[in-house]
């Protein structure tokens, strides 16, 4: 289970003394366990995953400021962070992969305009999961139905 995975990651990185790993495995595990107690049951993997994925977009957002701001010393802290979150997360679909997915989804949907967006995207983001963040779905969506 994941949430055993983080824990043993955890123990190695407190003995290796790898600090930012620490913290972010610290992060996602206190993450976890404030769903679990605000919503009280115990979570599934897929869960933990959305919940990882979550953290690892809060991230990527923020890296854009800091990139405006240029403050280089979080950068590559915010970027070491995300590639830590990426290792707990399901390998992410290629573009080619998750427009094939979309097409498929598309006809099955029967969607034929920009208007049937909002269905497909609900579909989409079931189908699809956390092999994609949001905002890649949304830019092939629209590509596709435009």
């Known amino acids: 289970m994941l949430k055993e995975k983080l824990l ?3 123990k190695d990185c407190m ?9 972010v495995i610290q992060m996602v595990r ?9 919503k ?6 897929s869960q933990i995953i959305d919940i990882i994925a979550k953290e690892s977009k809060k991230r990527k957002d923020s890296l854009s400021d ?10 590559s802290e915010v970027k070491e962070e995300i590639e830590i ?16 997915m979309i097409k498929q989804i598309i006809q099955e949907e029967n969607a034929t305009s920009m208007k049937d967006m909002g269905k497909v995207m609900k579909v989409a983001k ?7 963040d949001g905002k890649t779905i949304n830019e092939v969506v629209k590509k ?3």
């Open 8 to 10: 043993e990651d955890l």
């Open 15 to 23: 003995k290796t003394k790898n600090t930012i790993r620490k913290n």
């Open 30 to 38: 206190a993450a976890i366990l404030q769903v679990e107690k605000d």
């Open 40 to 45: 009280q049951l115990v979570l599934e993997d």
């Open 66 to 75: 800091y990139e405006k701001s240029g403050r280089e010393d979080l950068i």
């Open 85 to 100: 979150l990426s290792e707990y997360l399901p390998k992410q679909l290629s573009v080619e992969e998750l427009e094939e």
């Open 126 to 132: 079931e189908k699809i999961g956390a092999k994609s």
């Open 144 to 146: 596709l139905l435009s």
